[in-house]
């Protein structure tokens, strides 16, 4: 019997939610190994700066540079592949980059404040980060379209500067990268990449400066790397392989969820696909699709590999266990392909992003929705949120007191400090107290 493209699962099964879990658990950030060798990468950086970074960039990517002038791309090299890209494609990345804008400008926020009857003013003062940085990839594939869904809401937010590490190997990189971030703004680009790249924007070296935040997706030592240099600098999250869950009322095309399963799949060995259905019929047809259109792509090792490790189809009772499966999973993408799409987001507790129709596919948000898809994986949509304006700004809050506000405020300070045997805090206080 040959091996099956792709696990078929049911909630029938008694020990669905264990083996579910162990499908969509991963791990491999934490590998000890890989722990170990961006530890001594990320010290080397700290110690040596510059010359770190060209020894890594030689090694890892194959490049033959002696200085960091090799690794730098200017304004100037940014616009000239702008001009150098065809228009097709130029007018696709304005398109896209102009409906990121108009989404993301609805995000913007104020600085706000009231006064109080007696004069105290409270209030928060909104303000961007001086400096971020855009992690890019560059090693199996290359995504301009992260580029304009990583930078533009920074600049939307009024960040001061942008720069941009993206790795070469072999010296080449995708011109339209570069194009990508002359439209979205970026400042300064290096092309450095892997955990060396997150080490450099997160303490500085002689050439790239440390920013204040660093934001996109990367391989495992990227990931690890963000893990460890958490604290010195913010971070937007640390991603896991990209997913998506489609919930299909086995009304939709077979052919099409195929392919929005392998539109995940193709990304990398590890990216994971899931279909979930109440129609066994629907389940088999798309089963026959996935077999069907794989033969046809040009990733097609990918796909595979991809939906027979971490993929599957899943027969469930009924709307409302599936509900409970796309909860239990809080996937990065869910697709509700079904009638009346919109009844179903208030039950949706956790996604990162909600594809609702059947003409909604998830590679749209990946492009030319508007939304960023820089996206919580891993389950992580059960506490976190899709890259926005907001990750770009913090809050103050602002506090004065009037005289009179001050000795109200103060009777209660009193009170809780010496509570808590916090002298000084309450006699802070009561010195404020009107006698």
Wanted: proline letters at 5%.
């Amino acid at each position: 019997m040959s091996t099956p493209l792709i696990k078929r699962l049911s909630t029938a099964d008694g020990d669905f939610l264990p083996i579910l879990d162990k499908l969509i658990a991963w791990h491999s950030v934490s590998d000890a190994n890989v722990e170990e060798r961006v530890a001594k990468i990320i010290q080397q950086v700290r110690s040596v700066g510059d010359e770190a970074l060209i020894d890594y960039s030689n090694q890892f990517d194959r490049r033959a540079v002696k200085s960091m002038e090799e690794l730098c791309i200017d304004s100037s090299q940014l616009q000239a592949a702008l001009a150098g890209i065809d228009k097709k494609t130029r007018n696709a990345l304005e398109t896209a980059a102009q409906r990121i804008r108009d989404y993301h400008q609805h995000q913007t926020q104020d600085s706000w404040q009231y006064t109080e009857a007696d004069g105290n003013i409270l209030g928060q003062r909104v303000t961007a980060l001086d400096r971020v940085g855009l992690y890019v990839p560059g090693g199996k594939a290359s995504y301009p379209s992260s580029v304009l869904m990583s930078c533009i809401p920074a600049r939307i937010a009024k960040v001061d500067e942008v720069i941009m590490t993206v790795p070469a190997p072999d010296g080449e990189l995708n011109p339209i990268v570069l194009a990508a971030a002359a439209i979205a703004g970026v400042d300064k680009v290096f092309t450095v990449g892997g955990a060396q790249a997150i080490a450099a924007m997160a303490y500085g070296t002689q050439s790239i400066p440390k920013v204040d935040k660093i934001v996109g997706p990367g391989n495992i030592y990227v990931a690890t790397a963000k893990r460890m240099v958490f604290g010195s600098v913010g971070l937007d999250m640390v991603a896991g392989p990209t997913e998506i869950l489609v919930i299909c009322d086995g009304k939709t095309d077979p052919d099409w969820i195929a392919m929005d399963l392998f539109s995940q799949a193709e990304h990398d060995e590890n990216a994971q696909a899931i279909l979930v259905s109440w129609d066994r019929a629907h389940l088999d047809a798309v089963y026959q699709s996935i077999a069907k259109l794989l033969p046809e792509m040009e990733r097609k090792e990918i796909i595979a590999q991809s939906l027979a490790n971490r993929g599957a189809l899943i027969e469930v009772a009924d709307k409302q266990e599936a509900i409970m499966v796309s909860n239990r999973i809080a996937p990065e993408h869910l697709e509700l392909s079904v009638d009346d799409p919109e009844s179903w987001v208030p039950d949706i507790r956790h996604a990162g992003a909600i594809f609702m129709g059947r003409y909604t596919a998830e590679a749209l948000g990946d492009y030319s929705a508007g939304p960023s898809h820089v996206l919580p994986t891993s389950s992580t949509a059960r506490f976190s949120s899709p890259l926005s304006v907001y990750d770009f700004q913090k809050r103050s809050s602002l506090i004065y007191c009037s005289p009179e506000g001050a000795s109200e405020l103060g009777k209660i300070a009193s009170v809780l400090g010496r509570g808590e045997d916090l002298t000084a805090h309450a006699k802070s206080a009561e010195y404020r107290i009107k006698k």
